[in-house]
């Protein structure tokens, strides 16, 4: 068992915080790896599994370097919540060195595997920075991006609906009720099936006390059923990975490629050029961005934002010389639904 103990200083500082494409591409690495845990993953496991023989061994590589069978090299905290997936590498690879390398070192240590060219990139390679951030790439565009603006949205609404609870009745009704695993018993949280163990591999009580830094609650759909707690290299808040709850109908409607259904029913209600529009919004973007990403004219891309923003689907927010989009709950709720 983990118990969390809080002070007043680290209930004033719990968020609910949604990490971005790198968080659940790492998990899903780790979910990816054990068949025998996939139930309402099947749809996505088949497609991904047969996708992987197409790939570059790097990825290979990086799937038993950062989900090996124990350990985990948290990429998470070294680049903190991230919207876009090329914003994350980004920041992993400009990662400070030291918690770089110190993270990086953890997985060889307790999971017995081999760094190799990896462990270069800990240490500055340009190389091996090249390599991962490619493999990374593969990856996400097989099994990630297909599937991300349903998987935001999914996630958008655990995190709205703890937000909801936690203005309306307060932060221990909101822990009370975050998930079947999870007890609340103020000032403590209690993590029944967190792994800790002794030399002599019978099971512990692991006490943390969050000394003021706080927490952040972070909703994922490829993480365990088991929440993971994860402490940042700086004083950032401890982050507290738990699973969202998934049933047959939305994982139905979840793994959905953009080939399928409700992708030409969505492209039928607002044309091609505007459904695709809105899911790359869903990543978050600029209007340049979104013009790069989808073909066609800066120019285009502001009309066909406006046209989204004027139906209550995307919210724009401008930053001395860029626009930034972002989808609505509404946006969010409508390519959740089709």
């Known amino acids: 068992m983990l118990r ?15 990490l971005g494409p790198l968080a659940e591409l790492q998990l899903s690495l780790n979910r ?12 996505w496991r088949a497609p991904t599994v047969a996708g992987a023989r197409t790939l570059s061994p790097d990825v290979g590589d990086l799937a038993r370097f950062l989900a090996p069978t124990a350990g985990l090299v948290d990429l998470f905290t070294l680049v903190g919540p991230a919207e876009e997936h090329a914003e994350a590498v980004d920041r992993l690879c400009r990662a400070p ?50 599937y991300w603006p349903r998987i935001r949205a999914l996630l958008d609404s655990e995190r709205a609906a703890r937000v909801d609870v936690m203005a309306r009745h307060g932060l221990d009704a909101m822990l009370a009720g975050l998930a079947p695993t999870l007890h609340w018993k103020s000032p403590v949280l209690e993590v029944p099936g967190y792994l800790g163990v002794n030399r002599q591999g019978a099971g512990v009580v692991t006490e ?28 950032d808040p401890a982050v507290l990975l738990y699973p ?32 695709a529009a809105l899911r790359v919004i869903a990543d978050g973007c600029t209007t340049s961005e979104l013009a790069q990403r989808i ?39 409508l390519l959740n639904a089709v």
């Open 208 to 235: 943390v006390h969050l000394g003021g830094r706080g927490l952040v609650l972070a909703p994922s759909l490829f993480t365990s059923s088991d929440p993971g707690l994860f402490t940042p290299w700086n004083d």
């Open 97 to 146: 060195a030291g918690p770089l390398r110190a993270e990086f070192s953890f997985a060889p240590v307790v999971a017995g595997v081999r760094s190799g060219w990896i462990g270069d990139f800990a240490h500055g390679d340009r190389a091996a920075r090249e390599r991962l951030s490619g493999a990374l790439d593969e990856y996400h565009e097989l099994a990630i991006m297909p």
């Open 295 to 333: 073909g066609i004219s800066p120019g285009g891309a502001s009309q066909h934002a406006t046209v989204l923003r004027e139906a209550g689907l995307v919210v724009s927010r401008r930053h001395r010389n860029t626009v930034r989009h972002t989808l609505t709950g509404l946006g969010a709720g």
């Open 4 to 18: 969390i103990h809080f002070t007043v200083a680290d209930a004033m500082k719990v968020r609910v915080v949604v």
């Open 244 to 275: 969202v709850s998934l049933d047959a109908a939305a994982a139905l409607r979840l793994w959905r490629r953009c080939d399928e259904s409700g992708e030409k029913a969505l492209a039928g209600l607002l044309g091609g050029t505007r459904a």
């Open 32 to 43: 990816l790896q054990r068949p025998g845990e996939q139930r309402w993953f099947g749809r």
